[in-house]
């Protein structure tokens, strides 16, 4: 329980520094993020990005920060995992962000909201998110968020 506040803790520090707000988060952000939640936990967790990054719209960027956030957050309060693997994959039109890990797997729904805000943030850029069972067990989160011209078009 002490580690699942420490890692609470670290998550959330970064939005509250002494009362200042900070920037909102962005992609530039993740491997800081990884560092501190293998730092502060048991957690193994390795970031990979293939493709050629590149800036996304503001609110795109806090989505897909904040996805990985979530999934992290999932994975160490619920998975009991060891390892975590988070990809960033980009595509010429898309953005595919991959969160897996090598814990229990999907519990029983727990009325938490964090899956439901990870849905409505991807959905409010154009994208999707989806999160259940990974291929070799444990548990994953891929959220899809257009970029360029794909993501005007699926913002209508």
């Known amino acids: 329980m002490a580690q699942l506040r420490r890692i609470l803790g670290v998550l959330k520090e970064e939005e509250r520094r002494g009362g200042v707000r900070l920037p909102q988060p962005d992609l530039a952000g993740l491997p800081g993020l990884v560092r501190q939640v293998a730092a502060s936990t048991a957690l193994r967790v390795e970031l990979s990005v293939r493709g050629r990054s590149r800036p996304l ?10 996805a990985v956030q ?6 160490v ?5 060891s390892c975590a ?6 595509a010429e039109d898309e953005l595919t962000l991959t969160v897996t890990d090598d814990g229990r797997g999907p519990a029983p729904t727990t009325g938490g909201h964090g899956l439901i805000g ?17 291929p070799q067990g444990g548990f994953r989160i891929v959220v899809r968020l257009p970029v360029g011209a794909d993501r005007e078009a699926a913002l209508g």
């Open 57 to 66: 719209p503001p609110d795109a960027e806090v989505a897909a920060y904040r």
């Open 70 to 75: 979530e999934a992290l957050t999932n994975t």
């Open 77 to 81: 309060k619920h998975a009991y995992a």
């Open 85 to 90: 693997q988070v990809e960033l994959d980009w």
């Open 118 to 134: 990870l849905r409505e943030r991807a959905a409010a850029c154009g994208g999707s998110a989806e999160a259940g069972p990974g």
